[in-house]
T-cell receptor
Framework: EADIYQTPRYLVIGTGKKITLECSQT?????MYWYQQDPGMELHLIHY???????EKGDLSSESTVSRIRTEHFPLTLESARPSHTSQYLC?????????????FGPGTRLTVL | DQQVKQNSPSLSVQEGRISILNCDYT??????FLWYKKYPAEGPTFLIS?????DKNEDGRFTVFLNKSAKHLSLHIVPSQPGDSAVYFC?????????????FGPGTSLSVIP
């Protein structure tokens, strides 16, 4: 059973607010990811990390930032939310580097920016 | 340009029948393929995978077939059950290269009718 948690599950905020989406995993995985997904569309990788103090941008440009100070924690921050940021944000982790390792996903945060 | 395509956004199948979900890819460097299943309000969960050295992998009711020359893979579910109703994502990676990120398709929504 995968143990990866995301909070909040749903968030509705006004334009210009700063928000942080939390993601934590208790599996000791080194690699963590953030994906953005719109309904009926593919998951787009926006950030990933190979371990503590490692952060990389994904294939989809994003105005968000991430940090990895602890192995188990990989928060995503939007300094000034806009309606274009409305989407579902999925956090995932995997044990090994490389594309063959299974990714374990959290339940997602559905963000709506008014 | 989508590197992983799932051209059927939705599929309806009668309970007990076979469900066939299709996936095409364009990048010949992809050598590892995965299927994830997603229920509403949950994150995707890993279902089954296949390496490019194989053309078939089976796990219970789920079988994935890979046709490398056609850059095509399919997921067969036999027999289909109502609990299989979910969105199925095809994903691919170039595990033997330094580009180890996983690319997801847009998903196919499967409805199994009792």
């Amino acid at each position: 059973e995968a143990d990866i948690y995301q909070t909040p599950r749903y968030l509705v905020i006004g334009t210009g607010k700063k928000i942080t989406l939390e993601c934590s995993q208790t599996m000791g995985h080194d690699k963590m990811y953030w994906y953005q997904q719109d309904p009926g569309m593919e998951l787009h990788l926006i950030h990933y990390s190979y371990g503590v103090n490692s952060t990389e941008k994904g294939d989809l440009s994003s105005e968000s930032t991430v940090s990895r100070i602890r192995t188990e924690h990989f928060p995503l921050t939007l300094e000034s939310a806009r309606p274009s940021h409305t989407s579902q944000y999925l956090c995932a982790s995997s044990r090994l580097a490389g594309g063959t390792d299974t990714q374990y996903f959290g339940p997602g945060t559905r963000l709506t920016v008014l | 340009d989508q590197q992983v395509k799932q051209n059927s956004p939705s599929l309806s199948v009668q309970e007990g029948r076979i469900s066939i979900l299709n996936c095409d890819y364009t990048n010949s460097m992809f050598d590892y393929f995965l299927w994830y299943k997603k229920y509403p309000a949950e994150g995707p969960t890993f279902l089954i995978s296949i390496s490019s050295i194989k053309d078939k992998n089976e796990d219970g009711r789920f079988t994935v077939f890979l046709n490398k020359s056609a850059k095509h893979l399919s997921l067969h579910i036999v027999p289909s059950q109502p609990g299989d109703s979910a969105v199925y994502f095809c994903a691919a990676s170039a595990a033997k290269t330094s580009y180890d990120k996983v690319i997801f398709g847009p998903g196919t929504s499967l409805s199994v009718i009792p």
